[in-house]
């Protein structure tokens, strides 16, 4: 029963990390432009993401732009870009291990300890998912803090940390979350099992000593 409930939390909580991973990828609001000294622009918001850019103006209307050459990102958003593509295959890959390693699933020819190996795969592929993602959105939030407080670089151009850095960070500890649920679960079946194969020692009771003492001086009458 209490497998069961891990199993099921494991998977609703690397479910959210996995849908959580998705948003943070394809959302704009990486870099928002910061309202500081003389940029008083308030009408107009800038947001920066890993595929397009978008200008806010007055919350009345929205255009965006997606980047015409992956060349035009600056170096950290080009290596977010792979990494969290990377992260987000990883976060499915291992939602989908996760289904076929339940208890609940049915498989042909698997059997219980496979499905525990399988469980242990997918934790490892959930830690590593929020490893991976974790990654890009730590290297861009030191990059805008860096910045931030950088005089050399010009007010305009300095950013703050957008809405996607708050989610990916979220969604980075429901995956390693996930995936230490079903490490542990792993981890107490095979105690479970291990325990189940040390059989206690039997010692003959009174009925089957009686039995053997009668045996034994049966035969002896024999070769009198």
Not at 61 to 86: E, H
Not at 132 to 153: G, K, Q, R
Request: hydrophobic share 45%; glycine share 8%.
């Amino acid at each position: 029963m209490v497998g069961g409930v891990l199993q099921i939390a494991g998977l609703f909580v690397g479910g959210i990390g996995m849908i959580g991973t998705f948003a943070v990828t394809g959302m704009p609001q990486w870099r928002v432009s910061a309202f500081i000294e003389n940029n008083i622009i308030v009408f107009e918001t800038i947001w920066e993401g890993l595929w397009m850019h978008c200008i806010r103006q007055a919350n009345i209307r929205m255009q965006c732009k997606v980047y015409d050459s992956v060349l035009a990102l600056s170096p950290d958003l080009q290596a977010s870009r792979g990494l969290m593509c990377a992260g987000s295959v990883l976060s499915f890959l291992s939602f989908v291990v996760a289904i076929i390693g339940m208890k609940c699933t049915r498989c042909v020819q698997s059997s219980w300890q496979a499905k525990g190996y399988i469980i242990l795969t997918a934790g490892l592929l959930f830690i590593l998912s929020g490893a991976v993602e974790l990654i890009p959105v730590c290297w861009v939030a030191n990059t805008i803090i860096s910045d931030f407080y950088n005089p050399m670089i010009n007010v305009a151009q300095k950013r703050e940390l957008g809405e996607a850095l708050y989610l990916g960070w979220a969604a980075a500890f429901c995956l390693i979350a996930a995936g230490a649920i079903f490490c542990c679960f792993y981890h107490c079946c095979e105690k479970t099992r291990s325990y189940g194969y040390s059989a206690p020692t039997h010692y003959p009771t009174h009925s089957q000593h009686l039995h053997s003492k009668t045996e034994s001086s049966y035969s002896k009458s024999q070769y009198v």
